[in-house]
Nanobody, 125 residues
Framework: QLELEESGGGLVQAGGSTSLSCVAS????????MGWFRQAPGKEREFVAA????????RYTDSVKGRFTISRDNSKIMGYLQMNSVKPEDTGIYYC??????????????????WGQGTQVTVSS
């Protein structure tokens, strides 16, 4: 069993930056792929970014490419999402996810097993 907890985010102005952190409960995290998803009010949860367990392969949704960076520090069992040049449409609850299947980096939420409780990011225009 793996527990994840997000922190960071909050209120940020459009064009600004913020960062999210995800701490895992156990060393097993270092062998899991990780990802970030978000959910805006009234919308379904959507994929944002994913990272292989080694940290050498990334995947991003098109709308955040060049603006967001996913990373991890397995020695600290932490994951991160750096968000730059944020836009109002980036507003939502951001969730950290992890899964033991390391073969790919899927974009569908139902292919990820472990989830955090989420942290709010609000981008004001």
């Amino acid at each position: 069993q793996l527990e994840l907890e997000e922190s960071g985010g909050g209120l940020v102005q459009a064009g600004g930056s913020t960062s999210l952190s995800c701490v895992a409960s156990g060393r097993a995290f270092s062998r899991y792929r990780m990802g970030w998803f978000r959910q805006a009010p009234g919308k379904e949860r959507e994929f944002v970014a994913a990272l292989s367990y080694k940290g050498d392969i990334t995947r991003y949704t098109d709308s955040v490419k060049g603006r967001f960076t996913i990373s991890r520090d397995n020695s600290k069992i932490m994951g991160y999402l750096q968000m730059n040049s944020v836009k109002p449409e980036d507003t939502g609850i951001y969730y950290c996810a992890a899964d033991a299947n390391i073969l790919n980096l899927p974009t569908f939420p139902n292919e990820w097993h472990y989830w955090g409780q989420g942290t709010q990011v609000t981008v004001s225009s």
